[in-house]
């Protein structure tokens, strides 16, 4: 049987530019595109052209330089916005318009001041009206996570309808548990008439720690489209990290059953680039991608390692672009790691000597948090002076 693909649409230019402090230049942003569709992302959400002058113009340069990943420009239900984003993107291989408007009574009321009746007309009118300026429409029924499953289903079903290809549930503010989210995306496909017509998308934020388990939940419920950013930057505690998806469908594929197009060995050299270029640090123990990913500190891990990789690692660090796992010498490391890295340093050393540095090591790792290499030498050094 023909594998599904999951259609990856990173949002890091839009969504994750939302990052308190993470914004970029046009420079900066025509660099984080290309490296995307280097990645191999399928849609590039270039930004929100009507937000700013300086947004729409790097929205038109992106969809003018990228070639192989759909470029998608972000709007409200409104014409206004349409026309702009379409204006920015009308130049890319492959324009996208992303129309979002809100559907919990929570947005409806409080936010928009509208009925449930007006919403429904609203979105609608602004995706017939997208669709007679692009083929391809998304529409996002903002706070899904929230809404009335009655009255998303009908904006579901309405919005596809007026030509939407692609329909994105939000979790917007990352209320939903795993398994309810996961529910809700089936729900949809059991009760939409002609969801068939359209690609289920989901768009998770991070709030309780949940936006990756939300979005791998959808997908085994049926969405195949997910949206993410890189080093899940975005909107408070930002947004489902694209390398984590990734890998957790590539560690996993019988669980998943899905396939992607991301090039995975250049998921490292992506995370880099975007936390240089936002300011925003990539947490140390972060997964996939975090400094700790791959570093072992303790004996009996590193002893593990040492014999084979797979007894502590469960994704290969090449696979991410990290060239070689490294075991972290401190005062959980054990003889075996301790006595590797003398090797690999060039020495050649009897056992008395070994177990000898061995005792100083670990005195000295008593005191200090880590043990770089300088002090490895040191300590051969200085026992050998002590001979
Ligand atoms: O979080 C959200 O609902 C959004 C929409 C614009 C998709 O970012
Ligand atoms: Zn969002």
Not at 212 to 225: D, F, K, M, T, W
Request: charged share 25%; hydrophobic share 40%; aromatic share 6%.
């Amino acid at each position: 049987m023909k594998q599904d693909k999951i259609i990856f649409f990173d949002t890091t230019l839009r969504d994750g530019e939302q990052s308190p402090g993470a914004s970029m230049n046009f420079q900066e942003k025509l660099l984080v595109a290309k490296q995307l569709e280097t990645l191999g992302v399928d849609v590039i959400e270039a930004g929100f052209p009507i937000s700013s002058p300086g947004d729409f113009e790097s929205v038109k340069a992106i969809a003018k330089a990228v070639k192989k990943s759909s470029v998608a420009g972000l709007a409200r239900a409104s014409e206004k916005d349409i026309k702009a984003a379409w204006d920015a993107v009308k130049y890319a291989k492959k324009p996208r318009i992303h129309i979002f408007l809100a559907t919990s009574d929570l947005h409806i009321e409080k936010k928009l001041q509208k009925t449930r009746a007006q919403i429904l007309e609203m979105a609608v009118k602004a995706v017939k009206y997208g669709k007679s300026l692009c083929k391809d429409i998304e529409f996002s029924a903002e706070d899904a996570g929230r809404s009335d499953m009655d009255f998303l289903c009908k904006v579901v079903e309405a919005v596809i309808n007026a030509g939407a290809s692609t329909v994105n549930i939000p979790d917007t503010v990352g209320y939903t548990m795993p398994a309810e989210f996961g529910a809700k995306i089936a729900e949809i496909k059991k009760r939409v008439p002609n969801i068939n017509k359209a690609i289920i998308s989901v768009h998770c934020h991070n709030d309780l720690g949940l936006a990756v388990a939300n979005s791998l939940s959808a997908i085994e419920n049926g969405a195949r489209q997910v949206e993410c950013t890189i080093n899940g930057i975005g909107e408070r505690a930002g947004n489902a990290s694209l390398e984590e998806i990734a890998m957790a469908i590539k560690v996993r594929p019988h669980y998943y059953n899905v396939g992607h197009n991301i090039n995975t060995k250049e998921i490292y050299k992506t995370s880099k680039l975007v936390s240089s270029l936002t300011g925003v640090a990539v947490q140390v123990n972060k997964a996939v991608v975090g400094a700790n990913a791959f570093a072992h500190e303790s004996g009996i891990h590193q002893d593990g390692v040492l014999k084979s990789r797979e007894t502590y690692e469960i994704m290969n660090p090449a696979d991410v672009g990290v060239p070689e796992s490294s075991l972290v010498l401190g005062k959980h490391s054990g003889r075996h790691a301790l006595f590797n890295r003398i090797k690999s340093l060039g020495y050649k050393l009897e056992s008395k000597a070994l177990e000898q540095i061995f005792e100083k090591f670990k005195v000295l790792a008593d005191k200090k948090k880590v043990i770089f290499d300088d002090d490895i030498v040191a300590l051969i050094e200085e026992d050998a002076a002590s001979e």
